[in-house]
């Protein structure tokens, strides 16, 4: 992780807009995919990162998350990338565990399009989970 994106947790974290515990469990993350060769960088992750970061601390302050009318796109894109979707699901679960927020389908499509996103940024030489 980059000096700049490793701010962004921090700002969002001491500014009280994330809870601490899911900084670090989004920071985790992230150092998780870079030890899989997953470029992360400001560049690459910020949108990831603000967005996994917003969400999680939304769902343990109890606010819902509702669907999104791109829904079906979302859902639609995916198809051609399997392995994002996957990833997703299983970040997902480790959030329910580690804080008990279970993110909704439409929150882990969009997971996934970011993860897609960030495959796309990566160069191929990645290991496999």
């Known amino acids: 992780m980059d000096d700049q994106l490793a701010l962004r947790i921090q700002l969002f974290r001491e500014s009280g807009q ?15 995919l870079a030890a899989e060769g997953f ?11 603000s967005h996994l970061m917003m ?4 769902l343990l302050d109890g606010t819902p998350i509702e669907g999104f009318t791109t829904d079906e796109q979302v859902a639609a894109e995916l198809t051609d990338h399997p392995e994002a979707l996957d990833r997703a699901r299983a970040l997902a679960g480790r959030a329910q565990r580690a804080l008990g927020a279970p993110l909704p389908d439409s929150e882990i499509n969009f997971l996934g399009l970011h993860l897609a996103v960030l495959a796309r940024a990566t160069p191929k030489q990645r290991t496999q989970p």
Request: net charge negative; glycine share 0%.
């Open 55 to 58: 969400a999680l601390n939304r």
């Open 18 to 32: 994330v809870r601490p515990q899911v900084a670090e469990f989004v920071a985790h993350e992230l150092d998780a």
């Open 39 to 49: 470029t992360i960088t400001e560049d690459t992750s910020s949108m990831l990162t």
